[in-house]
């Protein structure tokens, strides 16, 4: 047998005799995963439970949960007074229509169902809901109108149907309120399941635990139910809402095709009657000259001169058509900037304002102008006005244009691409138009926009 390294050899001569790996740690005292303990009981886990308990009472500790029962409870005694209410006037009023009398009372009849409906909605935002009212036509004179209004006999049908759709869903989501302390404290001392034995009492009060933390999830579950159904009778028909969305737009979409077409002849016309036709002026001009170059060049010179003063009048009106396209200084300089220079040209005194403080997203600041620039341009063209001003100012959440003129007036908005091309940027970006022009002037136009689209609507018109 060959010999060991002399390294091992070593190592084995100074291990110790009977050396063995230490014995692992003992358990915790509260036993090991699963709460085993040394003599195999299993020990209550204190931690999870309490976190359990406080994940299933909390409820009963929030605003919201004690909103959505006062809503629910509320709710019943506002039902049950309604309908009293609305059957006592309502009666009363059908019950005095042989002498007349009952005529009086049908306005207050209606004032009154819409003071109880806008209660009803006000009462949602207990538990954060909100009802967008919908629209409906104003009381007049004695109210009659009212009676052919169908917005008006739906508010009366809730109202009628609230006293049994409040009760219902009232006791309902409040039930577990009253029957949790009923089976903990008065069902086992009044001779109920006490008696079955110390089982029974213990199976009840587990009950009742659970049934306490489930009340504020059911009573809040409800009251949105209750709320959603109020919603529908009450609020805005969404779809109902959504269709009409659509119609406006399909109409806005006309409107700037329209509006586009009538934009594309207007070019087409000013660049045939007036840029093409210089053109062709110039290149006469310069023939002429080319013909008279060598035997008369007085007459060369005159027919260069004007070829030159057609080329820059030329250059002129392609500024003003490219501006009308899109003007690169508004992007540059801003609103005020732009108009400017829209007026700075024009044949009469024109004064621009603009707030200084005025801050516009881009679609916007382009619908402003060009409402400005097609308003002015119907101004110098039709109006006969010896001045004129152009407003621009911040209005709560909108900008407001207001062009204004001392010419002749009688615009008629329903004629004129110019009103039709302003009337359709201005519903693009959902403004409203408005026009004042008398027989004689003066005449204003008002425009008002939101300064800031939202994203889904936002598009260059």
């Not at 409040?174 to 903990?184: D, E, F, R, S, T």
């Not at 007036?274 to 006469?284: C, D, F, P, W």
Request: proline content about 7%.
């Amino acid at each position: 047998m060959s010999p060991l390294p002399s390294g091992e050899a070593t190592e084995r001569e100074t291990r110790p005799v009977n050396a063995f790996p230490p014995p692992p740690p003992p358990p915790p005292a509260g036993g090991g995963v699963g709460g085993g303990s040394r003599d195999g009981s299993t020990d209550w886990d204190w931690d999870r439970a309490q976190a359990f308990a406080r994940h299933w009472y909390q409820p009963l500790l929030e605003r919201e949960s004690w909103m959505a029962a006062a809503y629910l409870f509320v709710g019943i005694l506002s039902a049950v007074g309604a309908f009293i209410a609305m059957n006592v006037v309502g009666w009363t009023a059908i019950g005095l229509l042989f002498i007349g009398v009952g005529l009086f009372l049908v306005r207050p009849f209606f004032a009154m169902v819409e003071a109880l409906a806008r209660m009803e909605r006000a009462m949602a935002r207990w538990i954060e809901v909100e009802i967008e009212p919908r629209p409906i036509a104003p009381l007049t004179g004695l109210g009659l109108k009212a009676v052919a209004d169908p917005e008006r006999w739906r508010q009366v049908g809730y109202l009628a149907l609230n006293i049994v759709l409040a009760t219902t869903l009232g006791n309902l989501g409040l039930a577990a309120y009253g029957v949790a302390p009923q089976v903990a404290f008065v069902d086992p001392f009044s001779g109920g399941w006490l008696g079955l034995g110390p089982v029974a009492w213990v199976a009840g009060l587990g009950f009742a635990a659970v049934l306490l933390g489930a009340a504020p999830r059911i009573a809040m579950f409800v009251a949105g139910l209750k709320a959603q159904i109020a919603g529908w009778f009450l609020g805005v028909d969404r779809l109902a809402e959504a269709e009409g969305r659509v119609s406006e737009l399909s109409t806005q979409r006309q409107d700037i095709l329209d509006a586009v077409a009538s934009e594309r002849r207007r070019i087409e016309r000013n660049l045939h009657d007036g840029v093409q036709q210089q053109l062709v002026a110039i290149g006469l001009d310069l023939g002429m000259a080319e013909h008279h170059l060598q035997a008369d060049p007085a007459r060369a010179r005159e027919l260069i001169v004007s070829a030159r003063e057609k080329v820059q009048g030329s250059i002129g009106e392609l500024r003003q058509l490219g501006r009308g396209l899109h003007p690169a200084i508004l992007a540059d300089r801003g609103v005020d900037a732009a108009l400017s220079a829209v007026v700075a040209g024009s044949s009469i005194p024109i004064s621009v304002h603009v707030d200084p403080e005025l801050d516009l997203s881009t679609d916007v600041a382009e619908t402003v102008y060009f409402v400005a620039n097609e308003a002015i341009a119907n101004v110098l063209k039709h109006a006969r006005a010896r001045v004129a001003s152009v407003h621009v100012a911040k209005v709560a959440a909108n900008v407001r244009v207001t062009i204004h003129d001392d010419g002749d007036g009688g615009v008629d908005p329903a004629k004129g691409t110019g009103i039709a091309g302003i009337r359709a940027r201005v519903r693009a970006v959902d403004g409203t138009f408005s026009i004042t022009s008398p027989s004689g002037g003066p005449t204003t136009l008002v425009v008002e926009i939101p300064r800031h689209l939202p994203d889904r609507e936002r598009g260059r018109s």
